[in-house]
């Protein structure tokens, strides 16, 4: 009894530090993106206008560029071949517009040029998918039965330590798609001195967002290999 107190505890630790860990960096991301889309960019182009540059200059074709509802709801959809940018971004004449819409370009030339942690990131997705869809019933199935049946938590951990790689191999994606999107913003003079340190910073604020949920899923996904370990070893 009192070791299942001790797992509750340390579940609700790492919850509610990795919950607050998220509310702070996504409330910081998005005063972040408010303040720079105050910042106007010197040509006046808007987020549309940088990811359809950003596209020509690297010889992408057949990618679209749409706006889509939604605060930050900014996305880069392989399948379709779209560049999803929310209307303060796809419309907006500011730095943080510009570097959201370079980002997400980053991706569609990732796509591009076969960028290997995006196409193992891609083969995993059908998968995630699907573990997505049980992995909470079968970890609280799991949990319940963790003494009769540990074989069932089992499966929630092997369901869970996908959907934690997924997260992990996000990371470099993520990163790289803002490092192309740095780089192309100043040789393309669309940033410079005065506004690329605020370009870069709120990209760094996004990328923060990804570290937080794969470190989260680490966490969480080490505490469900704890509790099989301690019910094998009664």
Avoid: C
């Amino acid at each position: 009894m009192e070791t299942t107190y001790l797992n509750n505890g340390l579940y609700w630790i790492i919850f509610i530090v990795f919950m607050f860990l998220s509310w702070v960096v996504s409330a910081r991301l998005k005063s972040k993106f408010r303040k720079y889309s105050k910042v106007p960019i010197a040509s006046g182009m808007t987020g549309r206008d940088v990811a359809e540059k950003m596209l020509r200059d690297n010889g992408i074709t057949g990618v679209t560029v749409h706006s889509v509802q939604g605060e930050l709801s900014d996305h880069y959809n392989p399948l379709k071949k779209t560049i999803n940018l929310s209307h303060d971004v796809f419309a907006g004449a500011s730095v943080a517009a510009a570097a959201v819409a370079a980002h997400e370009t980053g991706h569609a030339i990732q796509h591009a040029q076969a960028y290997s942690w995006l196409k193992m990131r891609s083969k995993l997705t059908p998968v995630v998918s699907f573990a997505s869809n049980w992995i909470q019933w079968v970890l609280i199935a799991g949990l319940f039965l963790v003494k009769s049946r540990p074989e069932i938590l089992l499966v929630g951990i092997v369901l869970f330590a996908i959907t934690t790689l997924f997260s992990v191999i996000t990371l470099p994606v993520e990163i790289n798609a803002s490092k192309r999107a740095l780089a192309w913003l100043s040789n393309a003079g669309i940033t410079y001195s005065g506004t690329h340190d605020k370009a870069e910073e709120a990209l760094k604020w996004a990328a923060y967002t990804y570290v937080i949920a794969a470190l989260g899923s680490l966490a969480s996904l080490i505490y469900y290999i704890m509790i099989f370990l301690g019910a094998r070893n009664r």
